[in-house]
Structure formats: C-alpha cells, structure tokens
C-alpha cells in the first residue's frame, strides 16, 4: 500500500484510538480476567469493496505490537457477503479496546470504495474520470482518497495548496471572472492549470477567453450542462469540463459523461458515502 504519509497514518490513528480510549475500557478491565488470550474474525455483512485492512490492522498493533491479523483479502478485492475478511488472534482486552476503531475505519472506507466503484461503473467505456472533491471527513481525507483509488477513482484537488479553482466567492470578491482568472494566472505562472467555477452562457465565454483549463459546472442539471458544454467547445477544444453537484448520482453520472464531462466530482464518495456492514466475531 502507498501511503501518502505513512508517518501521519499511525498519527491519526494514536488519536482516534486516544478519542475512544480515554483513560482506558472500563469495561473489559471489569470483566475481562488479564492476559486472557482470544480469537475474532471480521467477516462481509454485503457486497463490498474491501478496504481499510491494513489501517485497521495498525490500529491493534498501536495498541500491542504482538497482535496479529492475518488477512484472507486484499484492499481493492471485491467480496460478497459473508466473506470471510481476516482474522485476529492475541489478547481479549486489546482486542475489544481496538475493535471499534478499526471497524468504524474499515466500515467507512469500505464504503467510499465501494460507493466510487458504482460511478466508475456507471461510466465505463466513457472518457469520464470520476475523481473527489474536498468535502472530505475532517481527519480522514487521506485515507478517504486511499478508498476511493481502490474503487477506481482518481484523486482530485488534495488540499487548497494543490492547484487553483476559482469559485464563485472568489469572483465576488475579486471583481467578476475576468479580473480573477487574469490575476491568477499572472500569480501562479504556466505550471498551474486554473480551474473556474460557471454557471452560465456569459461566465463560460468569459472564463474560456481569459484562458481557463478547466470549467467547473456545479449543481446544474444535465440538460443544463449539455448546453454549457457544447458551448465550451466551440470556443475551446483544449478545455477540460468538470461536473458536479446534487444532481450527479449514480444513475445520472453516465448522461453527464454523454453530455461531455471529463471530469465527474463527486462529493459524496468522502464524507458521505453509506458505511457497508461488518461484524467482529470471537470463535
């Protein structure tokens, strides 16, 4: 697995396991007898893309480097339900102490995986690339763009330091599109490529005209965007189209793509994308 920042991955982790810990479990210090030596497995609750293994495994060797997981999937593989995931073997009370943490992490990367897995689905033999946005989980954009990459995504802007998007709060305060992509592109220099955010026949022209890479069309409809797009192309064959918004789902993302669109954001891969199911079972 390529971390983006291994070192901040065991970081957030030691916080997560900090946040749920506090000053220790309760509870299996008042049941469970010490040093007592268990089993569980994590097994699919439905169809799934599986991901978050590894984080998940690093969340018990936080806690006690000698538990061990030994996984029976990868990160990436598709597994139905009833799947047997991976098992852990080592002691009962790190075990329950890491169980929540790395189920919620598994559970919610899981879930951006699979969620992402669907759109790309839904666009296949288009030019379309579905990519993030960045409404992600505060915390966890890292490995929220480690799960979208196994469900076949592709990472978009990571931070407000990895490229230029101009949107419409920008424009307004800046004094219109003109004036914001000409300041830009004076600042930034040719290695970055400017994105701009439009919304109408007049914003396009303009946008295209200062020399945009790249127009961003949110929250308009199909039909909307087609109009935009065809539009866009007359004035520029070299500009890239990006759409997103509430009316991009699943079930629309192909009639996107048809329309024209290079580039599908969609927000609800990170932060809202439905947690799959697992279950961590002693045997």
Not at 2 to 22: H, K, P, V
Request: glycine fraction near 8%; hydrophobic fraction near 45%; charged fraction near 25%.
């Amino acid at each position: 697995m390529n971390w983006t920042d291994e070192g901040a991955l065991y970081s957030q982790i030691s916080l997560f396991l900090r946040e749920d810990l506090g000053r220790g479990d309760l509870s299996s210090q008042a049941v469970i007898a010490r040093n007592t030596r268990a089993r569980a497995r994590f097994i699919a609750g439905e169809q799934m893309i599986v991901a978050g293994l590894e984080a998940a495994e690093e969340v018990f060797l936080t806690l006690d480097s000698q538990q061990q997981l030994e996984a029976f999937v990868s990160d990436g593989e598709q597994v139905e339900a009833g799947k047997l995931i991976a098992r852990m073997v080592g002691f009962a009370d790190v075990l329950l102490a890491g169980e929540r943490v790395a189920l919620n992490l598994i559970q919610h990367l899981s879930g951006v995986a699979t969620l992402t897995n669907q759109f790309v689905r839904a666009v296949e033999e288009t030019t379309a690339q579905i990519v993030d946005s960045r409404e992600a989980t505060p915390g966890l954009r890292m490995l929220e763009r480690y799960a979208l990459v196994l469900g076949g995504g592709s990472i978009g802007r990571f931070g407000l330091d990895d490229g230029v998007v101009i949107t419409s709060n920008h424009c307004v305060m800046s004094g219109g599109i003109v004036a914001a992509v000409k300041t830009a592109k004076e600042k930034v220099g040719h290695l970055h490529k400017i994105g701009v955010q439009v919304s109408d026949e007049s914003e396009v022209k303009h946008a295209v005209e200062q020399g945009a890479d790249t127009l961003i069309f949110e929250d308009l409809s199909v039909d909307d965007a087609r109009k935009l797009i065809e539009q866009a192309r007359q004035l520029s064959d070299r500009v890239s189209i990006e759409c997103g918004g509430q009316h991009l789902t699943v079930d629309s993302a192909r009639a996107f793509a048809e329309a024209g669109a290079d580039l599908l954001s969609i927000s609800t891969l990170s932060c809202r994308a439905p947690q799959v199911t697992f279950k961590l079972s002693p045997f």
